[in-house]
Structures are given as structure tokens and as C-alpha cells.
């Protein structure tokens, strides 16, 4: 994803390296261009469809999955062959990363952490992702995982929402950021950057002592303290 590679380089790096663990063969092509999540969200179809086209016909025809790490293009990803039937073969080879992951075997190490976790919009109802990322993580020898009320409650982040209706989004926020702070974790994990972005602002602002991660990065963490 396009904010992914450029605020959180580590998340694509760690999501090539698990998948490489796990026995896959990464191939990573070039010229694929944004997915068109986010003019899909401003209604400009017509740019959003050029952008699918394009993002489809970088990829061979002959992989098991297009795997993504940031929840809002896969969901955007996942609903191309809906608006252009063309592309159903490719939307029905993506998967999130975490959806990948949960099959596998991963040499998992000790983290002694105690971790929550928010639902991204674009996992947990775009995608119906929502048991795989805590089941991974609860794999995680010493990690523990306390269940964040409202979970599945939008950050305000969505898209680009927080910038068209920025009173709306705080308010959000606000709920979210309270109830981060009732599990008493200090880690908060979340599969979307536009989310890890939202909320990392949200408690810095507050005062709240949280550090914000994707869940792959808490997965190569415990990848390497089984290996050291």
C-alpha cells in the first residue's frame, strides 16, 4: 500500500520476511501503482477503476495469492471484480496478509507483552477479518491479549473522512483512545496504517503511553526472539 511503504517500510519488510518463513515464494512486482482505495472513497470512480487495471496487470496470472498488509486495500482490492467483472479472477486471489498467516507455522519466541487489539474497519467488516489476527497473536508465547471494548468502533481515521469531517473523526477517536486506556495495555496492534496513523496521533495528543503496531511486526518479533 502506498502510506504503508512510505510510513511504515518495516511492515512490508517483516510481511516478506513471514511469508518467506512460512514457505512461500515472495514476489514483489514492480510498477503496481496505488490500488484506487482512496478515490473510491471520494466517488471518483472512474480514476479508481483506471487504478485497478493497472494494479492487476502488473501481477502474474499465475499466483496462489496477491497478499496486502494495510486492511483498506484489500478491502478495495477484494471489490474489484464487483465494478469491473473482468478482474473477479484477480479480487478473488487477494488475501490480508493475517488471513495468509493464520495458516501457517511460524517459529514463534517469547514476548512478554501485554497487547490489544483494534479492528480496523476495512478487516473487520470489509473483509470479515476478525478472529485470525487474535488467534495469531494469542500464538505468541507470553503475549497477552485483553480485548479492547468497542473493538470493531471506527478510529475516525476511515479513509479519508478524517480530513473531510475532522469533528466527526475526534469524536471517534476520543471513544477509542478511552478505551485503549481501560485494557491498560501498552501496545496497541491494528492491521490498517491509516488506523496505526489515527490513533498514534489520538494518544500522543492525550498523553496516553501506548506504542502503536501492525500485528506482523509483534509476529517477526517473536520470529526472532525464538531464533536468538
Known amino acids: 500500500g502506498c502510506v504503508q511503504r512510505q510510513l511504515y517500510p ?24 496505488c490500488c484506487g482505495a482512496l478515490e473510491l472513497h471520494a466517488g471518483l470512480v472512474d480514476a479508481y477503476s483506471a487504478r485497478a487495471r493497472t494494479l492487476a496487470a502488473s501481477f502474474p496470472s499465475d499466483l496462489d495469492f496477491v497478499v496486502t498488509n494495510a ?76 480485548e479492547l471494548g468497542d473493538s470493531d468502533l471506527c478510529c475516525g481515521s476511515a479513509g479519508v473522512y478524517n480530513l473531510l469531517e475532522p469533528g466527526i473523526a475526534d469524536e471517534l477517536l476520543e471513544l477509542k483512545i478511552a478505551r485503549i486506556a481501560e485494557t491498560g495495555a501498552r501496545v496497541v496492534a491494528a492491521a490498517n496504517p491509516g488506523c496505526l496513523l489515527q490513533i498514534a496521533g489520538g494518544c500522543r495528543q492525550r498523553g496516553l503511553d501506548v506504542t502503536l503496531v501492525h500485528p506482523v511486526e509483534l509476529l517477526a518479533r517473536a520470529v526472532d526472539a525464538h531464533t536468538s
Open 71 to 146: 486492511a483498506g486495500c484489500g478491502s478495495a482490492m477484494k471489490e474489484y471484480g464487483h465494478r469491473l467483472p473482468e478482474l473477479a479472477p484477480f479480487a478473488a486471489r487477494v488475501r490480508d496478509v493475517i488471513e495468509v498467516l493464520a495458516g501457517a507455522e511460524l517459529p514463534l519466541g517469547r514476548l512478554d507483552l501485554t497487547v490489544t487489539y483494534h479492528d480496523a474497519c476495512h478487516l473487520a467488516h470489509g473483509q470479515r477479518v476478525r478472529q485470525e489476527p487474535r488467534e495469531l497473536l494469542r500464538r505468541i508465547p507470553g503475549l497477552k491479549l485483553v
Open 10 to 33: 518495516q511492515v512490508n519488510r517483516d510481511t516478506a520476511r513471514l511469508l518467506a518463513i512460512a514457505g512461500y515464494e515472495v514476489v514483489i512486482p514492480t510498477g503496481q501503482g
